[in-house]
């Protein structure tokens, strides 16, 4: 059994639809972001860092891994699954990977934090950061124009990707351009694993969303 501590966030169901794409048995505990429980000292304990997601693996000496990349090897690891054990397939996935961690997630969060959160954004800020989402969006086409998924298969590059993409709209990215991102999302969208992780903990409504996103960037 694994512990997931997380929250209705796209980080948060990256793990959510990997535990479910792998079939694995999982207990959810909700964080409150907006009443601050992920800096309270139990949680500390678990992820030093303060942000959702992270796991305890009860089935293996309560192993507790945080950082939702971490994680995603770590899964994909453990069940031999979603992150090939070749080489060159399997740099070929974290490659991508780290795309999503080290590029879209930064710049697609700021984006979100700056168009839909702050009332007296910069507008060149907000420019900034949904400029280069986009051109991180045209790369990921561009890829995916070429296979059905970003390293070839199915990977944790694909799920690492999803729940940003799936929220492109919130940082004000329009996708109608990016038409195999548009067949991408409609592969992953048939997948009932990608269906069920993406309302854990909660399927938040746009309003509430708003508010606990309001709630994290005064924070």
């Not at 699954?81 to 590029?103: C, E, I, S, Y």
């Not at 070429?146 to 590059?157: H, P, R, V, W």
């Amino acid at each position: 059994m694994i512990t997931l501590y997380t929250s209705a966030t796209p980080n948060g169901r990256k793990i959510s639809v990997a535990l479910e794409e792998l079939n694995l048995d999982y207990d959810v505990k909700d964080i409150d972001l907006a009443q601050n429980t992920q800096k309270e000292d139990w949680y500390l304990k678990i992820n030093p860092n303060g942000k959702i997601p992270a796991i305890i693996d009860h089935d293996a000496n309560d192993i507790t891994i945080f950082e939702s990349g971490a994680i995603l090897i770590y899964l994909a690891e453990k069940t031999g699954r979603l992150l090939p054990a070749d080489t060159v397939k399997r740099f070929n996935v974290l490659q991508w990977l780290f795309l999503q961690v080290g590029g879209v997630g930064p710049m697609q969060g700021q984006a979100n934090v700056f168009y839909r959160y702050m009332d007296n954004a910069i507008p060149e800020a907000t420019s900034r950061y949904q400029n280069e989402t986009n051109r991180l969006y045209a790369l990921l086409d561009q890829q995916l124009s070429q296979q059905d998924y970003l390293a070839g298969d199915l990977s944790i590059a694909d799920i690492a990707h999803y729940p940003w993409i799936k929220l492109a709209d919130w940082a004000g990215i329009n996708i109608d351009k990016y038409d195999a991102i548009k067949a991408w999302l409609a592969r992953l969208d048939a997948r009932n694993s990608f269906v069920k992780g993406m309302k854990v903990p909660e399927d938040i409504s746009d309003a509430d969303l708003l508010n606990l996103g309001k709630t994290i960037a005064v924070k």
